[in-house]
C-alpha cells in the first residue's frame, strides 16, 4: 500500500504504512532530517511541517491523511547554499542557539508570512504560540521573522 | 397606480401597528445617575465578585481577546447573531448611567435603562428570581470595574426579530417576574444549590435546549446543544456507564476534569474556571441539587458488550482506516500502553463524555479544535482540524466508537463535522 502526495513541489509515491506519522516517515524512508522529534503528542512543535499551507505537528499526522496533498518541509525552504528569505533572516539574527527548534519555528513561521506577508507583532506571536524553543532564543526569532515581514524580502 | 395605493396604505397601517405597538410595550426610561459611586469595601467586593462568578457574567460579556465585561462576544442563535453588551462603567457605551434601580430591572424583567427591551440571550428569565442582596453586590461589583469604551457589532437578526418590541409578547409566554424584596432564606445547602443552578448560574439555558420560540424546553435539563457543543442531560448523570457521584462532580465542577468522564471543553470550560474562584461550599451545593434531579434509570439496556476491535477494525471498513489513523494521530497519549494515560489515573478514552454521548458533536469539535492551551489547566489537546478531513473524522469516530468505547455507531459523522468545521471558521 504506498501513498502520493507532493513533498516540496515534488511528486512522491511513499511505501511506509499508512498508519506511521508523517515525521518517521520524512526522517526514516526519505532521510530528511530537519523536522526533529521533540515530545511526540503535538506539545512541543520540533516536528513542524507544512500541509496544504497549514502549519501541522508531522508527529501525529497520519500518513494515510496525505494522500494527494501537498508538504513542505524546511528542506523546502532553501539549503545551506541558497537559503531561503526566512532562512536567511534567521542566520542574520542568529535566532538558533542549540537549534533543534528551528526547522519548526521557520516553517510555521514560512506558513504565516505566505499567507499575511506582512503581519504584526502580535499576529506574529500568537501564531508562534504553538512552538517551543527551551534556550529561550524566542525574541531574536521574533527579530528575524518581523525582518522578513516588513523588510522587504517576505 | 391603484396597487401603488393599496401597497402604500398597508405598509402605512402596518407602520402605525408597529409603531403603537411600540409605544405600548415600551417601558420607561430610568433616569441616568451622573455622579459616581463610591468605592465598595472590600467585603462588597469579594462577595460581588462571588455573585458574578457563580452567574457567569463574564463567559458571555467578553469577546474572545477582549476586555473583560466589556461585551462584543457573538451569540450564534437559531434567529441569527446577537452580540453581548458592554457592562463595563463607561457611561456612554456602558452601565456607567445605570442606576442601582435600573441594573435591578434589567436583571428582572430584562429592560434596558432607557427603556428598550433587551433579548433573551441576556438570561433574565432566570435572574429575575434573584436575591435583591446579590443583584446588588453584582451591581456594586460591576461599576467598580475598570470603564472600557467600546461598541459592540449591530446585532444581526431575521426581520422581523430585530424589531425589538415584539419581545413583550416572548416575555408574556416565558417570563415569570421575580419579586423585589426577595431576600435570601436561612437556605439549606439544597435550597443553595437549586438557586445556584436555576437561577443565578442559569443552567437550563445551554442545558435544556430551546424550542422553535426560542424558549427553554420544558421540563428543565433535558440536554440542549448550545455553539455546536452538546450539553448533555443534567438528569441522567446517575447514568452511563460510570454513574457521576457527587465528589466527582464537585472536582469537575472546580478543576474542570473529572477521572471518570473526561475534561471541560467548549462552552463548559470557562464554566469550570469560574466555578474555580468560587468558595467550595457553593460548588457542593451545586453538586448535591443536581445529584437530586436524577431521571430514574432507564430501561436496563442489557450487559454492555465488550469492546469488538476485531468487528471495529474488519479489513476494508471506515473502522479499518480510522484505526490507521488513530494508530498515527492519536496513541502517543491516548493508546491504552501510552504513559500520559498514567499519570495521575487519566480517564481511559473509553469513558470519556464526549465519546458515550448520543450524538458525535463534542467528539467531533474536540478532534477538530483540540482543548487550547491553558496555563492553568492540567488538559491540553493539540487540534486537528488542519491534519484531518471530514471523512478522516468520521473513520476516525467508527473506530474509537465502536472498538474503544463500545458503543453504536453513530450517523452522518462527516457531514456533522463539515457543518461544524464551517461554523468555527474565522
Redesign the interface.
Known amino acids: 500500500m504506498s501513498t502520493n502526495l507532493t513533498l516540496n513541489g515534488k511528486t512522491q509515491v511513499l511505501r511506509s ?6 515525521l518517521y516517515v520524512l526522517r526514516n524512508e526519505l532521510r530528511l532530517n530537519g523536522a526533529k522529534f521533540g515530545c ?4 512541543c512543535g520540533a516536528c513542524t511541517v507544512i ?2 499551507g ?4 508531522s ?7 496525505l494522500e494527494g496533498r501537498s508538504v513542505r518541509t524546511v528542506e523546502g525552504l532553501g539549503n545551506a547554499e541558497a537559503p531561503g528569505p526566512l532562512q536567511a533572516a534567521f542566520i542574520r539574527h542568529q535566532a538558533a542557539q542549540c537549534g533543534y527548534c528551528i526547522a519548526g519555528m521557520l516553517t510555521r513561521a514560512q506558513a504565516l508570512l505566505d499567507k499575511h506577508p506582512h503581519p504584526t507583532e502580535q499576529q506574529v506571536r500568537a501564531h508562534m ?2 512552538n517551543l524553543c527551551r534556550c529561550g532564543t524566542h525574541h531574536r526569532i521574533l527579530a528575524a521573522i518581523m525582518d522578513v515581514a516588513h523588510g522587504g524580502r517576505p | 397606480m391603484k396597487i401603488r395605493t393599496i401597497a402604500g396604505a398597508g405598509a402605512a397601517m402596518l407602520a402605525l401597528t408597529f409603531g403603537a405597538l411600540y409605544a405600548w410595550t415600551r417601558p420607561a426610561a430610568i433616569a441616568p445617575v451622573t455622579q459616581a459611586l463610591p468605592a465598595p469595601a472590600p467585603g462588597v467586593l469579594a462577595a460581588g465578585a462571588r455573585v458574578v462568578a457563580l452567574g457567569d457574567c463574564m463567559v458571555c460579556h467578553t469577546a474572545k481577546g477582549g476586555a473583560a465585561y466589556a461585551g462584543g462576544l457573538g451569540l450564534a442563535t437559531p434567529f441569527g447573531t446577537i452580540y453581548s453588551t458592554n457592562i463595563t462603567p463607561d457611561p456612554d457605551t456602558g452601565i456607567g448611567r445605570w442606576s442601582a434601580q435600573a441594573f435591578r430591572r434589567a436583571l428582572r424583567e430584562g429592560v434596558a435603562r432607557d427603556g428598550h427591551l433587551l433579548y433573551p440571550a441576556f438570561p433574565y428569565i432566570h435572574y429575575t428570581r434573584m436575591y435583591d442582596g446579590d443583584i446588588d453586590l453584582a451591581y456594586r461589583y460591576l461599576m467598580s470595574r475598570t470603564p472600557v469604551r467600546t461598541m459592540q457589532p449591530a446585532n444581526e437578526l431575521v426581520f422581523p426579530l430585530n424589531f425589538r418590541p415584539l419581545l413583550a409578547f416572548w416575555n408574556a409566554l416565558y417570563l415569570r417576574p421575580g419579586e423585589t424584596g426577595t431576600a435570601a432564606p436561612t437556605a439549606t445547602p439544597l435550597a443553595r444549590g437549586r438557586y445556584l443552578v436555576d437561577t443565578l448560574g442559569h443552567c437550563a439555558s445551554c442545558h435544556s435546549g430551546l424550542n422553535p420560540m426560542g424558549g427553554e424546553r420544558k421540563p428543565a435539563f433535558r440536554g440542549g446543544n448550545i455553539d455546536g457543543w452538546d450539553a448533555p442531560a443534567l438528569t441522567g448523570l446517575a447514568h452511563g456507564p460510570v454513574p457521576w457521584r457527587q465528589q466527582e462532580l464537585v472536582e469537575y465542577l472546580r478543576g474542570g476534569l473529572s477521572l471518570g468522564h473526561g475534561a471541560a471543553k467548549g462552552p463548559m470550560r470557562p464554566v469550570t474556571e469560574h466555578l474555580a474562584t468560587v468558595p467550595r461550599e457553593d460548588v457542593e451545593a451545586i453538586a448535591l441539587y443536581l445529584m437530586s434531579i436524577q431521571a430514574p434509570h432507564p430501561a436496563p439496556e442489557g450487559a454492555r458488550a465488550a469492546p469488538l476491535v476485531s468487528v471495529a477494525t474488519a479489513p476494508d471498513t471506515p473502522g479499518a ?1 480510522g ?3 488513530f ?4 496513541a ?2 491516548h493508546a491504552a500502553s501510552a504513559p ?1 494515560t498514567r499519570i495521575n489515573g487519566r480517564p481511559g478514552l473509553a469513558l470519556s463524555s464526549a465519546l458515550q454521548g448520543a450524538r458525535p458533536d463534542n467528539f467531533i469539535q474536540t478532534v477538530l479544535h483540540g482543548v487550547p ?1 491553558d496555563p492553568a489547566s492540567p488538559v ?3 487540534p ?1 482540524a ?4 471530514d471523512e ?1 473524522v468520521a473513520q476516525l469516530a467508527a473506530y474509537i466508537r465502536t472498538g474503544i468505547a463500545a458503543r453504536p455507531a453513530w450517523h452522518d459523522v462527516a457531514r456533522t463535522s463539515a457543518k461544524l468545521r464551517k461554523e468555527t471558521q474565522e
Do not use: H, I, N
Open positions: 504504512d499508512p498508519g506511521t506519522p508523517l511526540g503528542m503535538g506539545q500541509v496544504d497549514k502549519p501541522v505537528f508527529c501525529m499526522t497520519p500518513l494515510a491523511a504560540e504553538p | 482506516a484505526a490507521r489513523l494508530a498515527a494521530a492519536c502517543s497519549c500520559l492551551w491540553y489537546m493539540p486537528f488542519d491534519v484531518l478531513d478522516q
